[in-house]
T-cell receptor
Framework: DSGVTQTPKHLITATGQRVTLRCSPR?????VYWYQQSLDQGLQFLIQ???????AKGNILERFSAQQFPDLHSELNLSSLELGDSALYFC??????????????FGPGTRLTVL | DAKTTQPPSMDCAEGRAANLPCNHS???????VYWYRQIHSQGPQYIIH???NNETNEMASLIITEDRKSSTLILPHATLRDTAVYYC?????????????????FGQGTILTVHP
C-alpha cells in the first residue's frame, strides 16, 4: 500500500459524458501527478500539480482538466468522452516539486470504460 | 529525456536471482536511474533508484556501470509474486523551461516471468 488513494476503482460511462476522478496523496506530499495507461500508448504523463499550482503538462487533451485543492487532494476531469479515452488512470504523489530524487508513489488507479 | 532500452521479456526460476538489464547510453551526469514495476494492472511500484553508486534496499539491488551507460536490477531470490513488468527510467529533474518537472517517462519495460 503506497498511501495514495484513488476513487472510484472502476467507472463505466457513455461517449459524450463527463467524469471526475479523485486522488488523495500520501500524507505530507505536496505534488500530485496524473498518468494515463492505454493498451496502445503505454503509461503516459498527463499533468503535475504542486501545492495547488499547475507545475507541468504532458500529453493532456484539451477535453481533460485537473486541479489540486487546498487539502492537496486532486481531481482529474474528463469531458466529451470518446471510446479512445478508455484506459487506466493513475495518480502519483511526491514530497516536493519533482526533483531528480523526489520519488513518486502511485495509487491503485481508476479503470475508465467508455461505451 | 535519456532513452532506455530493455529486453522485452525474461524468465527466471523461483528462488534464483533475477538480473534485469537496462541500457541508457545517453544519460546525463545529473540524471538518476529509477526502477519501477507493475504487477498486472496495479499502480506502478517504486523499487529503487541510483546515480552512480550501487544501491541496495529491502527489495532489490541496483548496479550501475562506471560509465553509467547501463545498469542491472537484481532481485536476489525471485518469487512468483515478482512476476511483473519492470520499467527502467532515467529521471529528469527540475527543468528551467517548466515542462519536465518530475515527470516519469515509461518505456515498454521488461516482462519478467518467475517460474516455479
Amino acid at each position: 500500500d503506497s498511501g495514495v488513494t484513488q476513487t472510484p476503482k472502476h467507472l463505466i460511462t457513455a461517449t459524450g459524458q463527463r467524469v471526475t476522478l479523485r486522488c488523495s496523496p500520501r500524507s505530507g506530499d505536496l505534488s500530485v501527478y496524473w498518468y494515463q495507461q492505454s493498451l496502445d500508448q503505454g503509461l503516459q504523463f498527463l499533468i503535475q500539480y504542486y501545492n495547488g499550482e499547475e507545475r507541468a503538462k504532458g500529453n493532456i487533451l484539451e477535453r481533460f482538466s485537473a486541479q489540486q485543492f487546498p487539502d492537496l487532494h486532486s481531481e482529474l476531469n474528463l469531458s466529451s468522452l470518446e471510446l479512445g479515452d478508455s484506459a487506466l488512470y493513475f495518480c502519483a504523489s511526491s514530497v516536493e516539486g519533482g526533483g531528480a530524487t523526489d520519488t513518486q508513489y502511485f495509487g491503485p488507479g481508476t479503470r475508465l470504460t467508455v461505451l | 529525456d535519456a532513452k532506455t532500452t530493455q529486453p522485452p521479456s525474461m524468465d527466471c526460476a523461483e528462488g534464483r536471482a533475477a538480473n534485469l538489464p537496462c541500457n541508457h547510453s545517453t544519460i546525463s551526469g545529473n540524471e538518476y536511474v529509477y526502477w519501477y514495476r507493475q504487477i498486472h494492472s496495479q499502480g506502478p511500484q517504486y523499487i529503487i533508484h541510483g546515480l552512480k553508486n550501487n544501491e541496495t534496499n529491502e527489495m532489490a539491488s541496483l548496479i550501475i556501470t562506471e560509465d553509467r551507460k547501463s545498469s542491472t536490477l537484481i532481485l536476489p531470490h525471485a518469487t512468483l509474486r515478482d512476476t511483473a513488468v519492470y520499467y527502467c527510467i532515467v529521471r529528469v529533474g527540475v527543468n528551467a523551461g517548466g515542462t519536465s518537472y518530475g515527470k516519469l517517462t515509461f518505456g515498454q519495460g521488461t516482462i519478467l516471468t518467475v517460474h516455479p
